[in-house]
């Protein structure tokens, strides 16, 4: 064998444990996801915070909303700030999800966006990785019911952003959505 072959056979074979390193570096499970073509309106309602994180399940939902406008989901309408603050400080989770679908109903949303952020941080550690995971579920707004759900988490390289590292998980969760 010459060296040019043995050279690109270590190169095939560098590639194959490359993309099977990237491949273990996410994992999502979702529902099939239902057709939008016909959504009047979509709601981002509060993204619950089961990290230990403080505000992750804001930034969650700061960024669902932009990569939503981008994929072409108009209009678009956010639970109010002042709401969303009243309602954690005074509600159950239950009530409080009761009350932003309330809130849905009221702005005539057909769908709302929901979820969970469960982990967002960087690993403790020499590389200090970024890790993230997040669950969102699409509620039909008039019967209350979940119609679609996914759920994923994502590590990122050493030096990698938790920002950058939560975009991509969240644009991959969004994929099956499309308005």
């Given amino acids: 064998m010459t060296q040019k072959n043995i050279r690109a056979r270590h190169v095939g ?3 194959a444990v490359f993309c099977v390193a990237l491949a273990g570096c996410s994992t999502t499970s979702t529902s099939n996801a239902p057709n ?8 981002i309602l509060p993204i619950v915070n089961y990290s230990e994180t403080p505000e992750a399940g804001r930034r969650v939902a700061s960024v669902t909303e ?4 981008q994929k072409g989901f108009q209009p678009l309408k956010t639970f109010p700030q002042s709401e969303r603050n009243t309602l954690l400080l005074t509600a159950t989770p ?3 999800m009761t009350e932003a679908l309330e809130w ?4 005539g949303a057909q769908y709302a966006l929901t979820g969970s952020v469960h982990e967002w941080r960087y690993k403790v550690g020499i590389d200090g990785e970024p890790v993230v ?7 039909d707004v008039p019967s209350g019911a979940v119609v679609w759900s996914n ?3 994502r590590r990122g390289w050493s030096r990698s952003s938790l920002s950058g590292t939560s975009q991509q998980l969240i644009a991959e969760l969004l994929e099956p959505l499309s308005p």
């Fill in 66 to 69: 932009s990569l939503l406008h």
């Fill in 133 to 139: 995971g997040i669950t969102f579920n699409l509620v």
């Fill in 36 to 43: 939008l073509s016909n959504v009047n309106d979509l709601a």
């Fill in 94 to 96: 239950d009530k409080a």
């Fill in 151 to 153: 759920t994923g988490s």
């Fill in 104 to 107: 849905a109903r009221q702005v």
């Fill in 13 to 15: 074979v560098l590639s």
